[in-house]
Each structure stands twice: as structure tokens, then as C-alpha cells.
């Protein structure tokens, strides 16, 4: 196979990696076709059949040694709804004492309930405590 075509199977499955939620596959798949691709075009890839080779044997090894920490480090991180808490939110309607309802957070909508035991107003600022799925618990500030 040509270089140029290892290179554009790679890119397609880097880009099905970013269009489907979460798993880590594809990335591993995409990657090892661009390195096919890579010995390709400097002449070092063999015949189509050794580059099939190639390319599973750097999929299982990639799949294998560098998904399981990737998934690790992310894990650990926390994740960016972990990120939320502690930040300001900007109620978009009234909301009464222990109720639900929208406010406004780093430019998008959310569903809020309120952890406070007064009402507060439409345009007050709050602040978030936890994320429960997509709901932001807040308070005032």
C-alpha cells in the first residue's frame, strides 16, 4: 500500500476517535496506520503483506501498553465536570429555596438546584458545590 494511504485510513480513524464518545480505540488504530505510513514513505515498511503485519502488531502493542495508562491518567484526573465545582454560575430565572432551575455556566445552560434556604434571583451569582450527572447544585455567594 502507498504511504499516502496508510496516512489517510490513520487520520480517518483519529478523526472516528473524536466524533465517538470515550473509548480509546480507534486513537490506537489511527496511529498505528500513520506509522505504517511513516516506514512507507522512507522505504522501510516491506511489502503490503509485512505492512498489515506492522500495522496490527503496532495496534496490539499500542492498544495494549498505552490505553491502559492513558485510561489511568484520565481517570485520575477527575474529569472536566470535577473542574466545575467551585465556580460562578449566573441564574437564568428565580429559583425558590431547595428548587430547580436553569443558570448559566462558562457560556452554556445548565439544570440547577438550589442547596440555599432563601430565594434567590434571576441574574444572581452562585456558586457551584457539586455536579450530580447534569445538574449543578449551587449557592449563593
Known sequence: ???WLWSVLGIA???LEIVT???LFALFFGVAAVMVGALEAIGLAGPPWFQWIL???FSLVLLTVVRRRMRGA???KGGPVDELVGETAVLLEDLPPHGIGRAELRG???QARSSAEAQLARGQRCRVERVEGLTLWIRPE
Open 74 to 76: 484520565l481517570a485520575a
Open 1 to 3: 500500500m502507498a504511504w
Open 55 to 57: 500495522f496490527a502488531v
Open 13 to 15: 480513524l483519529l478523526i
Open 108 to 110: 452554556t445552560s445548565w
Open 21 to 23: 464518545p470515550g473509548g
